[in-house]
């Protein structure tokens, strides 16, 4: 089993910065690595980032490319993500994730633990 533990949600203004963290514990060091998505309501959860833990392998998706980055700790089970340049239409509940096997990086079903996300919150 798996736990994910997230943090680092708010509000901030336009043009602003958030680093948001997520911890796994369990059985987390056999996963292959980490990923953040986000919802908004009504809509289906889409892709964020994604790091491995081995070698570190990055994804973005094209949205938050140039603002956003995505880090890890091994030694600490934990990813961040780092979000400058904040927009408006950033403003929804992100969630992160963690992906036992292989796949794709940007399916949500691909995908085995999720944490319970986090509201971010931009103003204009």
């Known amino acids: 089993q798996v736990q994910v533990a997230e943090s680092g949600g708010g509000l901030v203004q336009a043009g602003g910065s958030l680093r948001v963290s997520c911890a796994a514990s369990?059985?987390?060091?056999?996963?292959?690595?980490m990923g953040w998505f986000r919802q908004a309501p009504g809509k289906e959860r889409e892709f964020v980032a994604y790091?491995?833990?081995?070698?570190?392998?990055?994804y973005y998706d094209d949205s938050v490319k140039g603002r956003f980055t995505i880090s890890r700790d091994n030694a600490k089970n934990t990813v961040y993500l780092q979000m400058n340049s904040l927009k408006p239409e950033d403003t929804t509940v992100y969630y992160c994730?963690?992906?036992?096997?292989?796949?794709?990086?940007?399916?949500?079903?691909?995908?085995?633990?999720w944490s319970q996300g986090t509201q971010v919150t931009v103003s204009s």
């Open positions: 994730a963690v992906r036992m096997g292989s796949g794709s990086y940007y399916r949500t079903t691909d995908y085995n633990y």
């Open positions: 369990g059985r987390a060091f056999s996963s292959s690595g």
């Open positions: 790091i491995s833990w081995t070698g570190g392998r990055t």
